[in-house]
């Protein structure tokens, strides 16, 4: 049951994207289209389950002054092996995501998890825990680009449609449309979400490298 | 020097980081409400990212390539990101205090910013030579520089407003952040004319 929860609480209650607003940057930039949406998520999703698990197993080795470090190392790892990877059996899919394959290391979801689940808890449990936060972030990536593409180019995965694919509204795919649906769709998760937005819902508070970067000290020693 | 200007200028208003490409959505977002800390921390990446391209770009010319190890290329470039930052972190604080107060909060931030990584690495992709690189850079961190100012100040309009409560907080600065980012769309084929399609 509880690993059920560990599963289910990434793709709804705890959803990376739209409701902790983490890893925006590749949620804008590849959510054009639903196939490169999906090869980002995917992608995504493999790294985070493997450096969950990696990190689990050494989180009684790694010490605690360095721990930061030590996982960009295994992160920045296995996102070459991926990036290699998809480079010799998806070629096309390295060319649509470009740049925003090797900057998965500076995911804030993977870094996010790493350090608040998998360095306390054991391999199978952060395993299924990456799972379902990379499933989330699938989902929300696969949302946004549904939504881009069918009104943005009047496709659904490449196939057009019919009576959107020559009226579609073309700025949708570009980036003002990226952030335009980003915006509405939290509007829309906040409206039928049981929890009032936090006026701190996003920014540095919320993010999972304040403890380690030590801005929120600084500002709590202002206050 | 022509090559120089369109570098430049491109990578400040066309292909802006943050408003184009989305690298640094997170400090944009987050850091963008006040001037005053929105500054600091443009300051702080434009000279991250010179110093990184600085350091990077050699490493990548003179030791990765020659040795055939241009796989290593995005952990050794996020170590030397990493290292560096601390450093510099370390010797403002020893040597000039004042900048380290001004920006100092600012720089182990920007360790893990996808801006910062993400111009090295576009550097190597372009084929850019080093004086090129160094000016590339330089008009991505200015370009960041003008979106974070320029996006503190819609955003200092936004506050007194009436929203409407789901829109409250993130969405409706995502909302502002694409108008901003319509703006910067007006740029598009400014060079190209001025330069005569280079």
New interface residues.
Partial sequence: MKALNNFTKGIIKENPVLVL?LG???T??TSTSIINALGMGTAATVVLVFSNMVISALRKVIPDKVRI?CY??LI??L??MV??LVKAFAPALDEAL??YL??I????II?GRAEMFASKNKILASAIDGFGMGVGFTFALFLMASVREIFGSGTFAGYPLPVLSNHHIS?LT???????V???L???V??FSKHK???N????DN?P?AE????LK?EAAKK | MTKFIIILLSAVFINNYV????????PF???S?KLDSATGMSLAVIFVMLMATAVTFPIQKYLLDPNDLG?????VF??VI?ALVQLVEIVLKKYIPSLHKSLG??L??I????AV??VT??NI?EGYNFAEAMVNALGSGLGFFLAMVMFSGVRSTIEGNDIP???????????A???T??S??GFGGVIENLFGGV
């Avoid at chain 2, 408003?19 to 997170?26: A, E, P, T, V």
């Fill in positions: 607003v925006t940057c590749p804008l930039a470090p960009i190392v920045a790892g996102v070459t990036q290699m470009g740049i090797p900057l290391v500076v995911n804030c870094l700025i570009m980036a003002p449309g990226g952030f335009l980003f915006g509405l939290i509007a829309a906040n409206r937005p936090k006026k819902d996003f920014g540095c993010c490298q380690a970067c030590g801005k600084e | 408003l184009s490409r989305f690298l640094g959505i997170c977002l987050g850091v409400k796989y290593l290329q995005t952990i996020i170590l990493a909060v600012y182990p931030l360790t893990t910013n996808c990584l993400g690495i576009l992709d409560e789901s829109f409250k907080g993130l969405p409706v600065t995502l909302i952040a694409a108008i980012s319509l910067f769309m």
